[in-house]
């Protein structure tokens, strides 16, 4: 799968001009953590190694196994680059010494990693990896499929583990080579059982959540279905390099045709059992749309069901354009590599059959050379009409067949009205050559009917007019009746023609309108962006690319340029178009330009969006101060002016209690102050932190002893703590966040229940769980509560600003942790804290939601 070249440079030798030629990745891609994908990048680093070629180790992650750790020996290891964020030490790649040390190949694991801040020259390993590649260094890395950022919602819904770690799909698709590294569910969950991939305590706890069977195999399709299309990727791109055009079954693909008649139903029906007969198999429904009005007599509501019906059934719809159906048909399934073409029996009748020859499918399975075609029955068969064609008026047959009808016709007409000469009259002769010559018109036009016309005029002057067997005409009436026979026929002739070429402009108008309804169909439904598009641009008119550029290219006779709004301007490349085609065109290029009018008003109101939200803060900050604010320093000033008031002497008793009350209430009143400058300095990116390893004892007392005594009837019960590891955080602000989740749930408690707070440890992070028994929390406000000033079911507003749990979240954020809600069983809501392990950030970064909490969730 190496994409170099006979010839050129290898990587690291330099080209013609002196510049390195970037080096060649290759990426060890696994479905899950401890599946081997280390320990299979140190094994090919030991092989190239034996093999005289300089390898070194940038990095390696081995956590602590064993076997993994063995494969160092013999390798050269480079030593990591020490740097220290909030507190924390930590270890990263040293990008710096790998391009001083400059080796051939240089062995890199967890490419998705992200850097400490201020630890490197990038943010994310995969940058540091593009780096050592553009300096000509060979690079053997290691990713898990989880990682990958196209897969990355689709792995949350699977596992329900939110990866904030991702690595773009097209850095890995640029490797030279991909490497799977399987195994199947049971065998990893072996490996957990017998402690080659956790420790001890956490291996419970994984096989129960994310190493499930089912997650496992989950993950390991994904890998797989990934990995082949990277693979077909790859074949596709080497079919093209060498102008292979024929068809290789290496996965099926199946293509149906539509034409937008009652039977795509059951065709794509069909068509979707025979992909899924093999694992992996593709469906692809075509629509050949033609100027000529292929599409004539048909909906455009059929086909947009039809096109649900594909995209339900996990296919994909495309639209194509071609003069003739089965070659567009061909063509398309040649260039998707399809194995398969599903088209429905003709529609029309055995007569028109006749008379019109072979059909779309007896065509396309002429024309298909390698490829299946299977022709479905349906109860529409045979109850169809034939459509004219634009260039011509009628089909070859038709037109071979035509002037041959006019010669024959007439000369066996003559033979047969020879032998009852005596019976019928001169008008009579005449009239059934007339119907002859209609009858021509219809099947060969206006050409063949004045074939037959000159035929039949002089066969009706030799064998029927006297003198009998001479090309003469003695009697005047007989003059008048050969003429006007010739004008009556040159007219029906001509009223027929016209007929069809009427028939043909209002099929290539309506094929015109349900292509561009199609379209406007599909931008109403949503979804459709520019590329998206300017790809629908291409496939519909046949194009080998479509581009989108600010000024029209100069002139070429394979590039079809048309304005598509103010500056822009929508360029076909290999396409040759006819003006009704061109027409098409306009209107799409009218489409893209006015996608793109949106996508710059959405940019407009992206931008405009934070001025707005800024303002909605400031109301709610002006309302929220004017009554949150305004009430303890009312309490405190009454308090203090009585106490200086001297036209009352108060006890000792009534003025320690006036002292406590303004105590209280200036207490209260910094707490709010300083939540709000608090909540200021996060939007404003200006808090600073100093993270150390803090014990949760160590700040779960102090946060419990500033709660207010206001809740009357809720206690707080806290699990045992002594197991759980120091976490990475600031303790005052840690403090502040847990005293905002127990007080917040204590308000909510219902009276004689407990508050709990509870903590476990796994995959590199503490979670720490505070549940309520309260009312709990719809699915629709879980982001609202976070926002700032919000009060989801208090009723009552001395309870604050409403800045808790925003505060709260941005702080557990700014100590690189999560702060999320989850259903308490039985009834309430469970607020979930989760922070990295103290000086362990890279053990694993899979946190694993679901874990025994305490032994009492």
């Given amino acids: 799968m190496s994409d170099a070249r006979?010839?050129?440079?290898?990587?690291?030798?330099?080209?013609?001009?002196?510049?390195?030629?970037?080096?060649?990745?290759?990426?060890?891609?696994?479905?899950?953590?401890?599946?081997?994908?280390?320990?299979?990048?140190?094994?090919?680093?030991?092989?190239?190694?034996?093999?005289?070629?300089?390898?070194?180790?940038?990095?390696?992650?081995?956590?602590?196994?064993?076997?993994?750790?063995?494969?160092?020996?013999?390798?050269?290891?480079?030593?990591?680059?020490?740097?220290?964020?909030?507190?924390?030490e930590f270890n990263e790649l040293d990008v710096e010494a790998v391009l001083a040390r400059r080796p051939k190949v240089v062995l890199v694991d967890e490419l998705a990693h992200t850097n400490v801040p201020g630890g490197g020259?990038?943010?994310?390993?995969?940058?540091?990896?593009?780096?050592?590649?553009?300096?000509?260094?060979?690079?053997?890395?290691?990713?898990?499929?989880?990682?990958?950022?196209?897969?990355?919602?689709?792995?949350?819904?699977?596992?329900?583990?939110?990866?904030?770690?991702?690595?773009?799909?097209?850095?890995?698709?640029?490797?030279?080579?991909?490497?799977?590294?399987?195994?199947?569910?049971?065998?990893?969950?072996?490996?957990?059982?017998?402690?080659?991939?956790?420790?001890?305590?956490?291996?419970?706890?994984?096989?129960?959540?994310?190493?499930?069977?089912?997650?496992?195999?989950?993950?390991?399709?994904?890998?797989?279905?990934?990995?082949?299309?990277?693979?077909?990727?790859?074949l596709q791109a080497y079919r093209s390099e060498h102008g292979i055009g024929g068809v290789w079954e290496t996965r099926e693909r199946v293509v149906v045709g539509l034409t937008g008649g009652p039977e795509g139903d059951t065709l794509i029906r069909r068509a979707a059992r025979i992909a899924d007969r093999s694992a992996g198999g593709d469906l692809l429904a075509v629509h050949v749309a033609r100027s000529d009005g292929l599409a004539a007599g048909t909906s455009h509501a059929s086909l947009a069901r039809q096109r649900r019906l594909a995209e339900d059934l996990g296919g994909s719809y495309h639209s194509v354009v071609g003069d003739h159906v089965p070659t567009a048909l061909v063509e398309f399934a040649r260039a998707e590599n399809a194995t398969q073409l599903v088209l429905g029996t003709s529609r029309r009748g055995r007569i028109e059959r006749f008379l019109t020859g072979s059909g779309i499918g007896e065509t396309t399975v002429a024309l298909s050379d390698g490829i299946d075609v299977h022709m479905v029955t349906h109860e529409r068969a045979g109850g169809g009409r034939l459509l004219p064609s634009r260039r011509r008026t009628l089909p070859t047959v038709r037109l071979i067949a035509g002037p041959i009808a006019g010669l024959v016709l007439p000369i066996l007409l003559t033979l047969l009205l020879a032998t009852a000469r005596s019976t019928l009259s001169l008008t009579s002769d005449a009239l059934l050559f007339l119907l002859t010559v209609v009858g021509v018109a219809c099947i060969g036009g206006v050409l063949s009917a004045v074939i037959a016309s000159v035929t039949a005029s002089l066969l009706l002057n030799y064998w029927f007019i006297p003198p009998i067997g001479h090309f003469s005409l003695n009697d005047p009436n007989n003059v008048l009746a050969v003429g006007v026979f010739a004008v009556v026929a040159a007219i029906v002739a001509a009223v027929v023609d016209r007929s069809l070429r009427l028939s043909r402009r209002s099929a290539r108008a309506t094929a015109e309108a349900e292509t561009m309804s199609s379209l406007a169909g599909s931008i109403v439904r949503g979804g459709q962006t520019i590329p998206v598009l300017l790809e629908r641009t291409r496939e519909t008119f046949g194009a080998q690319d479509v581009e989108l550029v600010e000024r029209p290219p100069d002139g070429d006779g394979d590039v079809v340029s048309v304005p598509a709004g103010p500056g822009s301007h929508l360029v076909l490349h290999g396409a040759q178009l006819h003006s009704s085609e061109r027409r098409v065109l306009a209107a799409f290029a009218a489409h893209v330009g006015a996608a793109v009018e949106r996508a710059r008003l959405a940019d407009a109101a992206?931008?405009?969006?934070?001025?707005?939200?800024?303002?909605?803060?400031?109301?709610?900050?002006?309302?929220?101060?004017?009554?949150?604010?305004?009430?303890?320093?009312?309490?405190?000033?009454?308090?203090?002016?009585?106490?200086?008031?001297?036209?009352?002497?108060?006890?000792?008793?009534?003025?320690?209690?006036?002292?406590?009350?303004?105590?209280?209430?200036?207490?209260?009143?910094?707490?709010?102050?300083?939540?709000?400058?608090?909540?200021?300095?996060?939007?404003?990116?200006?808090?600073?932190?100093?993270?150390?390893?803090?014990?949760?004892?160590?700040?779960?007392?102090?946060a419990l002893d500033t709660l207010p005594t206001d809740a009357p009837g809720v206690a707080v019960e806290v699990g045992d703590l002594e197991e759980i590891p120091a976490v990475l955080a600031d303790p005052p602000l840690l403090e502040r966040v847990i005293a905002n989740l127990v007080g917040n749930a204590a308000r909510h408690a219902p009276p004689q229940t407990k508050v709990q707070v509870f903590a476990s440890a796994l995959a590199g992070r503490v979670e720490v769980r505070?549940?309520?028994?309260?009312?709990?929390?719809?699915?629709?406000?879980?982001?609202?509560?976070?926002?700032?000033?919000?009060?989801?079911?208090?009723?009552?507003?001395?309870?604050?600003?409403?800045?808790?749990?925003?505060?709260?979240?941005?702080?557990?954020?700014?100590?690189?942790?999560?702060?999320?809600?989850?259903?308490?069983?039985?009834?309430?809501?469970?607020?979930?804290?989760?922070?990295?392990?103290?000086?362990?950030?890279?053990?694993?970064?899979?946190?694993?939601?679901?874990?025994?909490?305490?032994?009492?969730?």
């Fill in 770 to 857: 505070v549940v309520d028994r309260g009312p709990g929390l719809p699915p629709t406000d879980r982001d609202r509560v976070f926002e700032p000033f919000q009060r989801l079911g208090d009723t009552d507003n001395t309870t604050g600003l409403g800045l808790g749990l925003a505060l709260s979240r941005g702080l557990t954020e700014a100590m690189d942790g999560t702060l999320r809600p989850e259903d308490t069983p039985g009834g309430g809501l469970t607020m979930v804290l989760s922070l990295p392990f103290a000086g362990t950030a890279d053990l694993l970064p899979l946190p694993l939601p679901g874990a025994a909490l305490g032994g009492t969730q």
């Fill in 6 to 88: 006979p010839g050129e440079p290898r990587s690291g030798e330099l080209s013609k001009v002196g510049v390195p030629r970037p080096g060649e990745l290759k990426v060890y891609l696994g479905a899950a953590p401890g599946v081997g994908k280390t320990y299979r990048m140190l094994a090919e680093g030991r092989r190239r190694a034996a093999r005289g070629i300089d390898v070194v180790v940038g990095f390696a992650e081995c956590h602590g196994r064993p076997l993994t750790e063995a494969k160092l020996a013999g390798l050269e290891v480079l030593p990591r680059a020490p740097c220290s964020y909030r507190g924390g």
């Fill in 606 to 702: 992206a931008e405009v969006e934070p001025v707005k939200a800024a303002d909605r803060m400031r109301t709610a900050l002006l309302r929220a101060v004017g009554h949150d604010l305004r009430t303890p320093l009312a309490a405190s000033w009454a308090a203090v002016s009585s106490l200086r008031g001297s036209d009352v002497d108060f006890s000792p008793q009534d003025r320690d209690e006036l002292l406590a009350t303004a105590d209280e209430s200036l207490a209260r009143l910094n707490r709010l102050v300083e939540n709000l400058l608090d909540m200021s300095r996060l939007q404003a990116g200006a808090l600073t932190l100093k993270l150390r390893a803090t014990a949760l004892e160590e700040v779960l007392g102090p």
């Fill in 121 to 234: 020259r990038n943010a994310k390993r995969w940058q540091d990896v593009e780096a050592l590649l553009a300096a000509g260094i060979d690079v053997v890395t290691a990713v898990n499929v989880q990682h990958l950022e196209s897969l990355n919602d689709v792995v949350e819904k699977i596992t329900r583990v939110p990866q904030r770690e991702t690595v773009p799909d097209e850095v890995v698709r640029r490797a030279q080579q991909i490497e799977l590294v399987d195994m199947p569910p049971q065998a990893l969950r072996r490996r957990m059982a017998h402690g080659n991939i956790y420790k001890p305590e956490k291996i419970d706890a994984a096989l129960a959540n994310y190493f499930r069977t089912g997650n496992l195999t989950a993950l390991r399709q994904l890998a797989l279905l990934w990995l082949a299309d990277r693979v077909d990727e790859a």
